[in-house]
């Protein structure tokens, strides 16, 4: 009887909520974990926040048996986000200031979720889209990820018949991208017994190029767009034109429909994940998560809100957050509008879990929220993307030009509103925001690109990454998927390095040559280290990716390359850059992929 009076004294949302996650970790204390991120996929990009011009009945009764986070906000590009995920910490604090040339590495000093659920016994994969760093111990299998089958880019140029990297070696996929990494997913979680796994599913689409298959464009490609609730183009969304047009043009009408043909293929294929789950009795102790990375990359239906990708305004960084655990769905509260980002994924996870983990990170686990418990609403979020910051607090946005907006009753951001009080302390707090965390991150720095000495690891030196002289051209200004081209008599390629363990290094040099360029001579230098090698053999490649494309692509096209293998150069801990130079005068152009060395 004392026991029970003691029981009453407790407050009764409480005990529910002790009851709810106590009883959760004594049923099962080690749930699985599934984390669905796709790419490019905004706020407006699903049927379940009012998008009529498409069906995605799987996300949907995700949402409705599980919780709709709908204040819930990422950055406006895509490293930055994932390195949020990863880290807990707002981006610039994790080391990422861009989305190529290394700025999308994460420092190493970050833990990231993949290593605290390793640590704790955890099978860990990552299939897909990585985009936060190539080179170990920067690479996914450095950091907590025991299985990787993906790339590391930003973004690659085909969607069809892919190259990918399985654990640090380059392989050609086949199929439809999305379609392979689900079946990588499926294949996974079906051959797991005893262990449980945190899966990272990191989805390449709607990203562009804009490739789907013909099952999937079909359906859009004769819709006529006035169905397509294309957004009218007003004066706060004339910057956003640039690329895709007005509404009348066929570059964003078929934009739009390639990417909702994308979002229904991501669609189907998280179906057949849910049913590789039921069918291999884990379902109900796999928590899962659903989210986009960044805002649409098109100017397409986005719920009336200002901005798109690479925006800090609304439109840029507001993302659905689906949340999803059967064995208690039935306990949790079914939408929540609780402020919260990217950064809080981490503390959320572990908590659940019951994983311990460094308290002083930025983000803020949602769990007891989930439990409909009262939270505080004085919260901000801050988002930043090339110089420009804004603030988003439970009622209120403060743009990157310090205007500040009403969000609950203007979330289109367009009336500027005269709250002096509150605008100054969003200002206040932008600036200390600013000052302590944004001032951590310098851009002038160029880190060194690691090369390191294990046998068993590959080092890759991308064209994305290299600087270069001379007459050499890039093949597109977006650099994740470029190659450099038109080398000629002296000119250079080159890389900063940090060399981790002194050797010799073989490496094989990806390039294409044609009949002129025979007998040429390329220097391999570093310090006063060096190698030479001669090109022995035509290999000349066209451009290709057009024919898969469903609208004209911004970024570069594709080429096949082929491997120029050399003999070995010596590098120590001194050696601080490494340098390809063609030596010899002879006529003809090679193009540049990539450099492996090998220790």
Request: charged letters at 25%; glycine letters at 6%.
């Amino acid at each position: 009887m004392k026991k029970l009076k003691l029981y009453k004294l407790i407050p009764l949302w409480i005990f529910g909520f002790f009851v709810l996650f106590s009883s959760c970790s004594l049923i099962n204390k080690e749930p699985n974990f599934l984390v669905i991120l796709t790419d490019d996929q905004g706020w407006g990009d699903l049927e379940l926040t009012g998008n009529n011009s498409l069906k995605t009945p799987t996300l949907n009764k995700l949402a409705e048996s599980g919780t709709l986070f709908t204040s819930f906000y990422v950055s406006p590009v895509c490293s930055p986000t994932r390195a949020e995920i990863l880290t807990g910490n707002y981006h610039p604090k994790s080391g990422v200031y861009g989305v190529s040339e290394g700025g999308e590495r994460i420092n190493l000093n970050q833990k990231l979720i993949s290593e605290y659920f390793f640590e704790n016994g955890y099978k860990t994969a990552l299939f897909g889209k990585w985009h936060n760093g190539q080179q170990h111990p920067y690479h996914p299998n450095s950091r907590g990820f025991e299985t990787f089958i993906g790339y590391c880019s930003g973004h690659i140029g085909e969607y069809f018949d892919a190259e990918l990297e399985k654990n640090g070696i380059f392989f050609k996929s086949k199929g439809y991208l999305t379609d392979y990494i689900t079946d990588q997913t499926i294949s996974y979680i079906d051959n797991i017994e005893n262990n449980p796994f945190f899966i990272f599913l990191s989805i390449n689409t709607p990203h562009s190029p804009m490739q789907v298959p013909d099952e999937w464009w079909e359906k859009f490609r004769q819709i006529n767009p006035d169905k397509l609730n294309l957004p009218d183009h007003s004066s706060q969304n004339k910057d956003l034109n640039k690329n895709f047009g007005d509404a009348k043009n066929n570059t964003l009408i078929n934009h739009t429909k390639a990417a909702y043909a994308m979002i229904e293929n991501i669609d189907w294929n998280i179906s057949r994940i849910l049913n590789s789950l039921i069918d291999n009795n884990k379902l109900e102790n796999t928590v899962i998560l659903f989210l986009g990375d960044n805002g649409p990359n098109g100017n397409r239906w986005n719920d009336s809100l200002k901005g798109r990708k690479g925006s800090t305004d609304e439109g840029g960084v507001k993302s659905p957050l689906i949340f999803n655990y059967p064995q208690i769905n039935k306990n949790l509260k079914k939408r929540i509008d609780k402020l919260s980002s990217s950064i809080d994924i981490l503390p959320t996870l572990l908590d659940i879990a019951d994983i311990s983990y460094d308290k002083t990170i930025d983000g803020e686990s949602l769990k007891s929220s989930l439990n409909n418990r009262i939270s505080d609403n004085k919260r901000v979020i801050f988002n930043h993307w090339n110089g420009k910051v804004s603030v988003r607090s439970n009622n209120y946005r403060l743009d990157s030009e310090n205007n500040l907006y009403d969000i609950k009753n203007d979330p289109g951001q367009t009336i500027i509103i005269n709250e002096n009080k509150i605008r100054d302390e969003l200002i206040y707090k932008k600036e200390n925001w600013i000052n302590n965390v944004l001032s951590l991150t310098d851009k002038s720095i160029k880190r060194p690109f690691t090369i390191v000495g294990d046998k068993n690891k590959l080092n890759v030196l991308p064209a994305r990454d290299a600087m270069y002289s001379g007459k050499i051209q890039r093949s597109n200004r977006y650099p994740n998927d470029s190659f450099l081209t038109n080398l000629k008599e002296n000119d250079s390629i080159y890389w900063p390095i940090e060399v981790y363990e002194d050797g010799f290094y073989k490496m094989d040099i990806y390039h294409t040559s044609s009949k002129k360029s025979l007998g040429s001579q390329i220097l391999i230098s570093s310090n006063a280290s060096k190698t030479k090698v001669t090109v022995d053999e035509i290999f000349e490649s066209q451009l290709r990716g057009m024919e898969n494309d469903r609208v004209e692509r911004i970024e570069s096209y594709l080429k096949n390359f082929t491997i120029l293998k050399t003999d070995s150069i010596y590098l120590t801990k001194k050696s601080d850059f490494l340098s390809l130079k063609r030596i010899k005068p002879v006529d003809g152009i090679i193009d540049f992929k990539r450099i492996i060395l090998y220790r």
